[in-house]
């Protein structure tokens, strides 16, 4: 299995949290590096952010072009046509980030997973699939692809959840956010869901949100430093 490659920053020296964050079709690593600075968190605790470029996949509904992918989409229909194999593929080498970083010596459970669009269905599928205890998990504009198949995690049955979604997006319906919701509710979670007046894109509203739901997530842990 082909290693992914990753943007790395850390906002101090040492950090013991870690935020795993994946793009979605078509972008890298890079696409949210600038929102760093724009947490209050990262300039009060050492962080470290990874964004990881997802590996180049023809995507059938763009005409079988070449690209940055996490998966196939087979069909634009309004539950999604994805290549399930391929996703949990993704997750698997996103979960090799999390072994070394483990490795590394920063607990699980000071792990944090997230992910927008394409990269949110991988980060759904790796997060409540883990065998141990994560961080936290954020989805934005996106869907949970693999709520039929997943296999779930007692260790992150209680796993703090947010999910954010533009009102207007055409891309990825903000219907779909909230069927993932509502799964994730009868499945015994209980996610934090906000909509925003946007599209397909991310605003500063929601920014100030993830600062709020992810401020106490990486919080200095004693236990673990």
Request: hydrophobic share 45%; proline share 7%; glycine share 8%.
């Given at each position: ?35 760093v ?40 229909d ?46 759904y599928?790796?997060?409540?699939s ?6 936290g ?89």
């Open positions: 299995m082909a290693k992914l490659n990753a943007l790395q920053i850390d906002t101090g020296p040492e950090p013991q949290h870690t935020i795993i964050w994946l793009h979605g079709l078509g972008a890298s690593g890079h696409d949210f590096e600038p929102v600075p724009e947490f209050a968190f990262s300039r009060e605790t050492p962080v470290r952010f990874i964004f990881p470029h997802a590996p180049e996949l023809p995507v059938t509904i763009n005409g079988g072009m070449v690209m940055p992918a996490w998966y196939d989409i087979l069909a634009m309004v539950d999604r046509k994805v290549d399930a194999e391929q996703l949990r593929a993704s997750a698997s080498m996103v979960a090799e980030l999390i072994e070394a970083e483990r490795e590394r010596g920063v607990a699980s459970e000071n792990i944090i997973l997230g992910g927008f669009s394409q990269g949110g269905a991988v980060a599928e790796l997060a409540l883990y065998p141990e205890p994560l961080g998990l954020f989805a934005l504009s996106t869907y949970f692809a693999t709520a039929d198949s997943i296999e779930l995690s007692d260790a992150n049955r209680k796993l703090p959840i947010f999910i954010g979604h533009g009102r207007f997006d055409q891309i990825v319906m903000e219907q779909l956010g909230q069927a993932a919701h509502q799964t994730l509710q009868e499945l015994g979670f209980e996610p934090e869901y906000q909509s925003y007046g946007m599209e397909h894109s991310l605003c500063l509203e929601e920014v100030n949100d993830l600062d709020r739901f992810l401020t106490p997530l990486v919080a200095p842990n004693p236990a673990h430093e």
